[in-house]
Nanobody, 125 residues
């Protein structure tokens, strides 16, 4: 599985960005997808995850109500819509694939076995 993330950039606080992640796999519809982020000097952390058909989602508490994860299986793509961005959202954002044979959204990095290259999101104050 190869993952390629797009959409990062520089935005002012309060603004919005949408990240996209295109996956190259024949079984995307049976792959749990997640977004993680890593700020300078910090560990990589879970942001949001989505189940096979989008029926289940999980979010980190700090992004609930501001970020929305979604997917379009026929495009093998997962999205992260980020609204009301804050300077503390500044990080490199990674998409990740969890190719286990069960449809449960994990929140720890060790459950995800494929990772994209990351896209930088910078939120200025």
């Amino acid at each position: 599985v190869q993952l390629q993330a797009f959409g990062g950039g520089l935005v002012q606080a309060g603004g919005s960005l949408r990240l996209s992640c295109k996956a190259s796999t024949r079984s995307f519809e049976e792959t749990v997808m997640g977004w993680f982020r890593q700020a300078p000097g910090k560990e990589r952390e879970f942001v949001a995850g989505i189940g096979w058909n989008g029926e289940s989602t999980k979010y980190q508490d700090s992004v609930k109500g501001r970020f929305t994860i979604s997917r379009v299986n026929r495009f093998s793509t997962v999205y992260l819509q980020m609204n009301r961005l804050k300077p503390e959202d500044t990080a490199v954002y990674y998409c990740a694939a969890q190719t286990t044979p069960y449809n449960r959204v994990g929140i720890v990095t060790s459950l995800y076995n494929y990772w994209g290259q990351g896209t930088l999101v910078t939120v200025s104050s």
